[in-house]
Nanobody
Framework: QVQLVESGGGLVQAGGSLRLSCAAS????????MGWFRQAPGKEREVVAT????????YYADSVKGRFTISRDNAKNTVYLQMNSMKPEDTAVYYC????????????????WGQGTKVTVSS
C-alpha cells in the first residue's frame, strides 16, 4: 500500500512557476514508477509526466514538454513537478500517481492516487 499526498498548488500568473510535491508513505516508494496527471474543468484526466523508479527515464506530454520537469528523491519518498512558463491552459487539479511500471502509469495510471492539488493560472 502506498499513500500519496500532494502539495504546492495555488494561484500563479501566466509566465510564472510553481513546484508541486507528492509525499509517499511506505518503504517501497523507490520501487514504484510515478506520474503526475491533471484534470481541467469539463475535461478528462490526462497524463502530464512520468518517471521511472530510479529517475533515469522520464516522459512528458507534448503540451508541457520544455516547461515542466518531473523528478524524485527516493530518500525523501517524494516526487516533484516543477512547472515553469505556466499558461492559463495549465489550470487544473493535479494528481500524483504510483504504479508498477512507467507504461502502466502513462497509459492510464497505476494503482495509487493522491487527493489532488488545485493549480490556477491567471492570464
Amino acid at each position: 500500500q502506498v499513500q500519496l499526498v500532494e502539495s504546492g498548488g495555488g494561484l500563479v500568473q501566466a509566465g510564472g512557476s510553481l513546484r508541486l510535491s507528492c509525499a509517499a508513505s511506505g518503504r517501497t516508494f523507490s520501487s514504484y514508477a510515478m506520474g503526475w496527471f491533471r484534470q481541467a474543468p469539463g475535461k478528462e484526466r490526462e497524463v502530464v509526466a512520468t518517471i521511472n523508479w530510479s529517475g533515469g527515464k522520464t516522459y512528458y506530454a507534448d503540451s508541457v514538454k520544455g516547461r515542466f520537469t518531473i523528478s524524485r528523491d527516493n530518500a525523501k519518498n517524494t516526487v516533484y513537478l516543477q512547472m515553469n512558463s505556466m499558461k492559463p491552459e495549465d489550470t487544473a487539479v493535479y494528481y500524483c500517481n504510483a504504479g508498477g511500471t512507467t507504461a502502466s502509469v502513462r497509459l492510464g495510471g497505476g494503482d495509487y492516487w493522491g487527493q489532488g492539488t488545485k493549480v490556477t493560472v491567471s492570464s
